[in-house]
């Protein structure tokens, strides 16, 4: 089942670079593809709110490909004996994927919560093991199980 999650963010990661690299593409383009006009001022506005545009894009573009490697570096078989990075932890509040944000995953009819260990949720899981309860949002849970 991990491996089916693990699969299922590593599409998701590489959407988010796809799309960050066709925006970064396109903003480039248009800072490229101005006109000199009569109005230099409007010639040069427009150029560096198109750098400004494919910047931001390249920063998502980066953040993508980082997540990307992270996700790279999961092995779907370890069973850790207390929650790490890659684990699966099933808890009273839902079941967790600690990996990177990616949000809710539907794998095989089910809901899977992909978050970072930075994550709220995710730092207080890391290092639980079965059986120890966390609080979150005021509510207690316990974790259930973990691989």
Known sequence: MKSSILNHAK???????????????????????????????????????????RDMYAHQYELAKQDRAILEKIDANMSPPQVTTGSLVETSSG???????????????????????????GALLMGKKKGE????????ATVLGLS
């Open 11 to 53: 599409v998701l990661v590489d959407e988010r670079v796809k799309i960050a690299q066709d925006a970064m593409d396109a903003a480039q383009q248009s800072a490229n593809g101005e006109g000199k006009s009569s109005a230099g001022d409007k010639y040069e506005t427009a150029r560096a709110m198109g750098q400004i545009e």
């Open 95 to 121: 079941v967790f994927f600690i990996s990177v944000s990616v949000g809710k995953l539907v794998v095989e009819g089910k809901i899977y919560f992909g978050v970072s260990p930075q994550s709220p949720i």
């Open 133 to 140: 309860t966390f609080q979150f949002q005021g509510k207690i």
